[in-house]
């Protein structure tokens, strides 16, 4: 469900609204019922879903279930930033891990989340990726950005420039680049993919005028992983043509070096469509590329289109792991 006082559960009903969307799995809503179904009423989307006190997985139970996990604070209202709607948000999203780590579930779509929201009740609580990782005991999970043949994968996330900066090292850079050939490999299907991986500085240095860490380190270390992963690796290349050159599908997959590098592209090329994917996880993950927009919260004009492909994606990537 994401933050209540959000865009997540408009999205998320709205995303689930056609019945085409839930077709070739089971799932489940987890959230507050009450919240979802004002929600649902306000939108004009008819409410299809059973409401359960606890998820039921017997075969003759429903496809689509509402888990009525949580109770959102009376208090809380749509388009705010607050505390009450944070803590309701990291407890949906704990109740969806418990599903996890009981085996019950193969994938997991969670709605936008407020950082500032939850920081006031979790202090250091940086966003999903991190926490989800913190969860499942996974070091540092990969944040890849999927828009139909375009996808980035990031080597830091969500802190300052400054700091990733120092965050990019080639421990980091080897960590990324390896995960990502093994999605591309292994829940995307591409044979021997082909990854490019961004500069960090304009003009991919320009032969050291603009910075050094081409020529030092990122070119030695992909040639030195070119020697043991089935893909074909290129780069450090300047982001500001690389971007150009993958949407065009001359790459499988670009990795970026830090937030906006990634983002600002992926953004502009695919705002509607863009799926965030979180590698490493021991399950599949995936979220909308959007947060929770507290400008337009319950007014009903939130596009799901992205919250729509990543329950799609989620779904295409848990049935291809099934059937291995």
Not at 13 to 24: D, E, H, K, T, Y
Not at 83 to 100: H, M, S
């Amino acid at each position: 469900m994401g933050d209540p006082a959000g865009i997540g559960p408009e999205v998320l009903l709205a995303a689930l609204a056609p019945a085409a969307v839930q077709r070739g799995a089971n799932g489940l809503i987890v959230g507050d019922a009450a919240w979802l179904r004002r929600t649902a009423r306000r939108l004009g989307i008819p409410w299809r879903w059973p409401v359960v006190a606890a998820p039921q997985t017997d075969p003759r139970a429903p496809a689509w279930q509402v888990w009525d996990a949580v109770r959102v604070a009376d208090s809380v209202r749509p388009g705010r930033l607050q505390a009450a709607a944070g803590r309701a948000a990291l407890a949906v999203l704990d109740q969806a891990l418990t599903l996890i780590r009981d085996g019950a579930v193969e994938a997991l779509v969670t709605a936008p989340v407020s950082k500032a929201a939850i920081s006031t009740i979790s202090p250091g609580w940086w966003g999903h990726t991190e926490y989800l990782g913190h969860a499942c005991g996974v070091a540092d999970p990969v944040m890849m950005f999927v828009a139909g043949p375009l996808k980035v994968s990031l080597v830091t996330t969500h802190e300052s420039l400054a700091q990733a900066l120092r965050t990019i090292t080639p421990a980091r850079v080897t960590q990324v680049v390896t995960r990502t050939v093994k999605a591309l490999t292994g829940d995307f299907g591409v044979r021997r993919p082909r990854v490019a991986v961004a500069a960090i500085n304009p003009h991919a240095g320009e032969r050291g005028l603009l910075g050094t860490d081409e020529q030092q380190w990122i070119a030695p270390l992909i040639r030195t992983l070119q020697r043991t992963l089935l893909a074909q690796l290129s780069g450090p290349w300047p982001a500001d043509t690389l971007f150009a050159q993958a949407a065009r599908g001359q790459y499988d997959a670009v990795v970026a070096m830090y937030h906006d590098q990634a983002l600002i592209p992926i953004k502009l090329l695919a705002w509607e469509s863009a799926v965030n994917v979180t590698l490493g996880l021991p399950f599949v993950r995936t979220s909308p590329s959007h947060g929770t927009a507290f400008d337009i919260a319950g007014r009903g004009r939130a596009d799901p289109s992205s919250m729509r492909h990543a329950i799609r994606l989620a779904i295409a990537l848990a049935s291809r792991r099934l059937s291995k």
